[in-house]
């Protein structure tokens, strides 16, 4: 199983290696130090960069599979209850299809939200590996990694960014330095996280999306996955955090701009993009398609109500009873 996993991660392994190596010439070539902290934590800046900037596509599926799931829990509140309390296989078949059937209609699922960080993680994995194995790559333990020699090896294990090697983490510490820089990259880790995940609920979602047990959900996780991180943090090396940090703050910035500019429907944000537009003169996406709906609809409402009928005005009421009257006695007469 292990030789499975190392044979799979070697490809992911070999290009965050090329990819570190590549930005790391480049620093040196514009006059910073090869052996220098700050050369190899830019090119752990540069590797998040390109991967994240690889990721733009799968990241706006991402943020659109979030919000039509927020914005369907009604309609599948409405298939859960529909079945509730039936537990016969052909119910409980019956009710996956509908929510399938939702799910295909609306162009979303549960796990689209999750493809971000799916395709994140063998390179965070990757990253991992390639930082931890540094110091036996330098000592001649361990294979080499594509590009990252011996020699370059020896460079990446001595770096430190603020007295903190790269490769060190909280357990392995030896200095104060690492402590402290370890600890306020753990911070700033979680509270990214936590500001992304609150961004997405508080401004792109409608109160009446956030009023239901998946929304209920997410709030949970957005509380806890701040804390699973700084818990877990203290086993990463510093290189590894400082990936991590940074493309939270990628993934913050990148939510902002999607959000501000594609807002949800009835979310905090559309409220706010509409008054910028209104403030600045400009049509606001949507407004004439609804004022031509709404007058379409006024117009079918009197249509109806001119077809109706007309009650009777009490002088039409008495003069057809008189000749109801009338009618009736010439036919007795008869």
């Known amino acids: 199983m292990g030789d499975f996993f190392n044979s799979l991660l070697r490809p992911i392994e070999l290009l965050v290696a090329w990819i570190m190596y590549g930005f790391h010439q ?12 700050a050369a190899w934590a830019l090119s752990i800046i540069g590797l998040v960069i390109v991967m994240r900037a690889a990721m733009i596509p799968l990241f706006v599926k991402q943020i659109n599979a979030s919000r039509k799931m927020q914005l369907i829990q009604p ?71 594509g590009p990252i020699t011996k020699e370059v090896a020896a ?27 370890t600890v306020i990259l753990i911070i700033l880790m979680s509270a990214t996280t936590f500001t992304t995940q609150r961004q997405l609920m508080t401004k792109n979602m409608p109160a009446s999306a956030l009023d239901n047990p998946f929304a209920k959900q997410q709030k949970l996780i957005m509380y806890v996955m701040p804390v699973v991180f700084a818990v877990s943090g203290i086993n990463f090396p510093i290189g590894v955090l400082l990936y991590w940090f940074t493309t939270n703050v990628w993934s913050m910035v990148q939510q902002f701009y999607v959000i501000r500019k594609m807002p949800a429907p009835g979310s905090a944000a559309e409220k706010a993009l509409h008054e910028r537009l209104a403030k ?28 109706r009928v007309q009650p009777k005005s009490k002088k039409r009421a008495k003069k057809s009873g008189s000749g109801s009257a009338a009618k009736k006695n010439s036919q007795t007469k008869n």
């Open 75 to 145: 309609e599948l509140q409405k298939i859960q209850k529909k079945y509730k309390g039936k537990t016969d296989p052909e119910s409980r078949q019956a009710m996956t299809q509908e929510t399938m059937a939702l799910y295909r209609k609306e162009g979303t699922n549960p796990f689209s939200s999750c493809l971000p960080i799916l395709v994140q993680s063998p390179f965070f994995f990757g990253l991992f590996r390639v930082l931890n194995g540094l110091e036996k790559i330098s000592l001649g333990q361990s294979d080499e990694i």
């Open 280 to 307: 600045r003169g400009k049509p606001i996406p949507g407004e004439a398609e609804r004022k031509a709906a709404e007058e379409a609809e006024a117009a079918a409402e009197a249509e109806r109500a001119s077809q």
């Open 26 to 37: 480049a620093f040196t070539a514009i006059g910073l130090d090869p052996a220098s902290g």
């Open 155 to 181: 460079q990446a294990e001595q770096a430190t960014l603020f007295g903190a090697q790269l490769s060190d983490t909280f357990l392995r510490a030896n200095n104060t330095a690492t402590y402290v820089v």
